[in-house]
């Protein structure tokens, strides 16, 4: 019996990315562009679950498959220093000689103290992006005669690490000023990212160019289930996969879920029919309400929550006049409450005076669990 190819983890490559054409071709463009090229600095953004870490890990391979080196990391505090004294180091021993790694030595111990000299009060302001720099001109150097450059992939950019993102950012910027092979690929939630670029420290992300990672297309999906299912040798009709990609809401998570358990429900049987699928979407739909959903709801206010039950008596999205009513407030109050949720990502402004949930399913999740319990008096 073949293994079931999807994959509903998170961070976790798919068995086949689909939807992101346009983002991958940005980023090839500008590697093979030389520096000055648009995309050399590029940001993803998107909600939990939309493919942020599986664009980066794609964006990746496109550059190892140029020649390129890599320098991937997730962002967390420190995380500059360990770019520096980890992977740099790391990628300075393959790929530079032993002299040119002496000097390297020499040169960092200076600036970490002994040393002096006239770029001293600079590099005091900035002792990570020092090293990040020197190491990372050694080794653009070292690379330059075989045509390739570095590409420093950061995951799950967050305002926790911004000292870091600042070394990061001042030395990536410096890189392209000298005309060095080197790129920059980021990606984060966007609360996260709009925290960021209201740093002004950090403009240089501010004019990096940025992608919103949404739904993806109805065809995209299509192929996303079919060409794995078909590779590992089962069949799917016509009618089961459309009702598949209906079940996933064009949100990638969900194609990863429902194509799990839809092949999950009989893993032994030469097709997956359309009942395995309905099986597999509901399945689907608790395990995105208890990955996602859940996680998401626990931190909110009693009036956030009675904000979203009031929302979640609507079929579609919901006139915010009706809500308010529904609450029992004035519209002044509801829109604090509005605002409040747009930012956490849990909803989004659809057309005039309207609001919607950003999840697929949040509104079934609701009507389970939460709404008789949120709805009390506020
Ligand atoms: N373009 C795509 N086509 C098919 N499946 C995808 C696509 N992008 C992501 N997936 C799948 O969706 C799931 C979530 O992807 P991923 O972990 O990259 O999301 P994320 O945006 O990084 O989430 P988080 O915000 O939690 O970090 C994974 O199982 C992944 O394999
Ligand atoms: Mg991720």
Request: with cysteine; glycine share 8%; charged share 25%.
């Amino acid at each position: 019996m073949a293994s079931n190819p999807f994959t509903p983890s998170f961070g976790v490559s798919p068995p086949l990315l689909v939807g992101r054409d346009a983002e991958l071709e940005a980023v090839a463009e500008s590697l093979d562009g030389g520096p000055g090229s648009p995309a050399r600095a590029t940001l993803f953004t998107g909600v939990r679950g939309c493919g942020k870490t599986a664009l980066l890990n794609a964006v990746e391979d496109l550059a190892r498959n140029r020649g390129w080196l890599v320098v991937s990391e997730t962002v967390r505090p420190g995380v500059a220093q360990r770019i520096a004294d980890t992977h740099l180091t790391a990628l300075l021993a393959q790929h530079t000689d032993e002299a040119v790694r002496r000097r390297l030595t020499q040169a960092s111990a200076s600036v970490f103290g002994v040393g002096g000299g006239v770029t001293r009060h600079h590099e005091d302001r900035h002792p990570v992006a020092a090293s990040l720099r020197s190491r990372l001109d050694e080794l653009t150097e070292a690379i330059a005669p075989r045509g390739s450059g570095v590409l420093i992939s950061l995951d799950e950019v967050h305002r926790s690490a911004i000292t870091d993102l600042r070394e990061l950012a001042h030395t990536v910027q410096h890189a392209f000023r000298e005309g060095r092979e080197v790129a920059l690929v980021a990606a984060g939630l966007p609360s996260a990212v709009t925290d960021l670029l209201n740093d002004d420290v950090l403009t240089f992300l501010r004019r990096a160019e940025r992608f919103t990672l949404g739904k993806v297309p109805a065809s995209d999906v299509a192929r996303a289930l079919r060409e794995p299912i078909e590779s590992s040798g089962r069949a799917i009709g016509d009618d089961a996969l459309s009702l598949a990609v209906e079940g996933t809401q064009r949100y990638p998570f969900l194609v990863q879920l429902v194509g799990f358990h839809s092949w999950r429900a009989d893993p032994g049987s030469t097709e997956v029919t359309a009942e395995h699928v309905r099986e597999g979407i509901e399945r689907s739909v608790r395990r995105v309400g208890h990955l996602v959903h859940e996680p998401a709801l626990s931190s909110l206010s009693a009036v956030d929550k009675s904000f979203l039950a009031a929302m979640a008596v609507d079929d579609g999205p919901s006139a915010m006049g009706v809500i308010a009513q529904r609450l029992g407030v004035d519209a002044t109050y509801a829109s604090q409450y509005r605002l409040r949720l747009i930012a956490a990502e849990l909803i989004e402004p659809v057309g005039h005076g309207k609001v919607d949930f950003t999840l697929p399913y949040v509104r079934d999740y609701l009507r389970e669990h939460a709404a008789t319990e949120a709805l009390g008096p506020l």
